[in-house]
């Protein structure tokens, strides 16, 4: 705050008096301000921090009544009695609602995966352009490791490749199906004849148990990383300088515990948001990523999720299809703090305002529970081109709470009254229209609601069951009418836990992939988030009845039988064959057996452009 010069505070104690406006800090108001505004309240207006303060409340504690000061903060005016709102805010700025949800085209995809059925929804929703460094840099790790004569990285000195990749994610899906079997038995080789009743689960004819293991070996140290700069190791984070980040920014590696995993994070916002356009309405909420038993970076326990311990994600879903296609991992305070939007709006705001952030302008609808509902959130999307219905239990700053209590104190008993106070933001010259309701539910608890779209105008009815009052066997329907507002809150606002239910339900991919490594364990829980939105799109695409089960089974195979990996198979077999007879005719030289036909798999020791085929035109 800027200090006032001597001649003006002599001045300033007689221009209170009479009520002039004194600038300080480039505010304007009847009077200097308090000495020290805190961060919090630095989204009220400083003549709203002064009278508060001298009053004894607190900004920052429950509201007072709709004509109170709080209620005009952020630049909203309350009405001062019951109000209904007729028409949708929306129509006025000329918004449709009739967008749907759908997948980018397939010419966005590579060229063999654009006729699939499930694998060209699951790339959608993960970041490809990545698999091509991550497997250079397997090959270079391993190779650098089984270097020894007669001891190769993988069978025949092949290298990693992208296709290779996506046959070992195949491998996972298909262990989905057969839950209840180690992995060691998916590579046992069943004599049917001696046990007719058993169940052949081979995957040696897609990739040998050897190659598997060798692969996972390296997976989470190969993960791409953003460059450090000054020459500094990947491999030791203790030596690492700094990392360039998205937009520019730098992340320090050196007391960073996400920067191996960052680069994979922000590859996959930008990969989903560019690979999927949503509906209309949008649903911000939390997701879990279960922890396993051992080192997980910013590990929480959140006692009302179904797995409480471990790490928590902001996740956005299509509130139409159910698709998960934007998400932000939760991390230190610290961390927190130097992201975008946390200077002007704290956490809670400003982690809304990042996951909406593609979606600026569009005018479309984001959904919100307590955690991220405040009167502050409302305006800010409002401000972004963004309409909002937000759920305020404990943000309740700038929220006329005390006037909702007093207008539902009416009729205290009356189960789907819905009271609405209306108010209008002041943002320059342009005003802008939002309001806050509350709808008692069925349990007569009311439901809180800022929003910035839709009616108060009744929308049907809201149907519930109660236990019978003489027989304890049978339950009794009832109805309670619903508004608008409350109806289209109440009806999407669970899109986001149904994702996290098909995701982590009786069979899960820490199931089948058990590690107690938390790279690996976050992206397997990547790719399960991938294959539940491969299943939402077929289920959204196709006509009949589509099933996860069905859907995994699709994708397995898919994901087994990749055009990139059968490409490369088909090539290793041309470049075989040439080599056939030339083998055999150097063999008869030797003093062998003559022109033998050497084995298909012998001569693909030496295919392709490794050293083997170079040392055999040498000789």
Not at 59 to 82: I, Y
Not at 314 to 321: H, P
Not at 461 to 486: F, R, W
Request: aromatic fraction near 8%; glycine fraction near 8%.
């Amino acid at each position: 705050m800027e200090r006032l010069e001597e001649g003006e505070a002599e001045r300033a104690p007689l221009e209170e008096e009479r009520g002039a406006e004194v600038e300080v800090g480039g505010f304007v108001g009847e009077g200097a301000p308090p000495s020290e505004v805190s961060p919090e309240e630095a989204f009220l207006d400083v003549q709203e921090c002064t009278l508060l303060h001298e009053e004894g409340l607190d900004p920052l504690e429950d509201s007072v009544e709709a004509n109170g000061s709080v209620g005009n903060a952020f630049g909203v005016v309350w009405s001062e009695e019951k109000g209904e709102v007729a028409v949708d805010p929306r129509a006025e700025s000329g918004t449709t609602t009739r967008l749907r949800g759908h997948a980018s085209p397939s010419s966005y995809l590579p060229e063999p995966f654009r006729e699939t059925e499930a694998l060209q929804f699951f790339l959608r929703f993960f970041p490809f352009e990545l698999l091509t460094d991550w497997a250079k840099e397997i090959t270079r790790r391993g190779r650098s490791k089984y270097n020894k004569p007669g001891d190769t990285f993988l069978s025949y000195d092949r290298d990693c490749t992208p296709g290779l990749l996506l046959r070992v994610f195949g491998c996972f899906v298909y262990m989905l199906l057969f839950p209840g079997h180690s992995r060691k038995s998916f590579w046992q080789v069943v004599d049917i004849e001696k046990d007719p009743l058993a169940v052949q689960l081979c995957l040696n004819k897609y990739i040998s148990r050897r190659d598997f293991d060798r692969i996972l070996e390296f997976f989470a140290d190969s993960v791409p990383k953003y460059t450090a700069e000054r020459g500094a190791r990947m491999d030791r984070p203790e030596q690492a300088g700094a990392c360039k980040g998205p937009r520019g920014t730098m992340h320090t590696l050196h007391g960073d515990p996400h920067w191996e995993l960052r680069r994979f994070w922000d590859a996959w916002n930008v990969h989903a948001t560019k690979h999927y356009t949503p509906s209309w309405l949008v649903v911000v909420d939390e997701s879990m990523l279960k922890w396993m038993g051992r080192y997980m970076p910013s590990r929480m326990f959140l006692r009302q999720k179904p797995d409480p311990l471990g790490r928590e994600l902001k996740t956005v879903c299509d509130g139409l299809t159910g698709v998960c296609f934007r998400m932000e991992p939760v991390e230190n305070a610290e961390l927190m703090k130097g992201k975008q939007f946390y200077s002007d709006f704290g956490t809670t705001t400003a982690t809304t305002l990042r996951l909406m952030e593609p979606l600026f302008g569009s005018g479309r609808v984001c959904l919100g529970d307590s955690w991220f509902g405040s009167v502050k959130t409302c305006c800010a999307l409002l401000d972004r081109g963004l309409f909002s219905i937000l759920n305020v239990k404990t943000a309740h700053r700038g929220f006329p709470r005390a006037t909702l209590e007093r207008l539902l104190a009416s009729d205290p008993h009356q189960r789907g009254l819905t009271v609405c106070v209306p108010g209008e933001v002041h943002a320059g010259r342009t005003r802008r229209k939002i309001k806050a309701t509350a709808h008692r539910g069925p349990a007569g608890v009311p439901l809180c609601l800022v929003s910035s779209c839709f009616t108060t105008q009744p929308a049907g009815t809201l149907k519930y069951m109660v236990k019978h009052p003489t027989d304890t066997t049978h339950l009794l329907a009832k109805e309670i009418p619903v508004d608008e507002t409350s109806q289209v809150y109440r009806s999407r606002y669970g899109i986001v836990d149904q994702h996290n239910r098909l995701r982590t339900g009786s069979v899960t991919f820490h199931d089948v992939w058990k590690t107690h490594d938390f790279r690996i364990r976050e992206f397997s829980e990547l790719i399960g988030l991938a294959e539940v939105n491969t299943f939402l799109l077929m289920r959204a695409k196709g006509t009949g009845q589509v099933r996860q089960k069905h859907t995994r089974k699709v994708l397995a195979k898919e994901l087994l039988e990749n055009a990139w990996i059968m490409a490369e198979l088909e090539l290793e077999r041309q470049q075989a064959l040439r080599l056939r007879p030339l083998l055999a005719a150097m063999a008869g030289e030797e003093g062998g057996i003559g022109h033998r036909l050497v084995s298909l798999e012998e001569v693909m020791k030496y295919s392709g452009e490794g050293t083997g085929a170079k040392k055999i035109i040498q000789r």
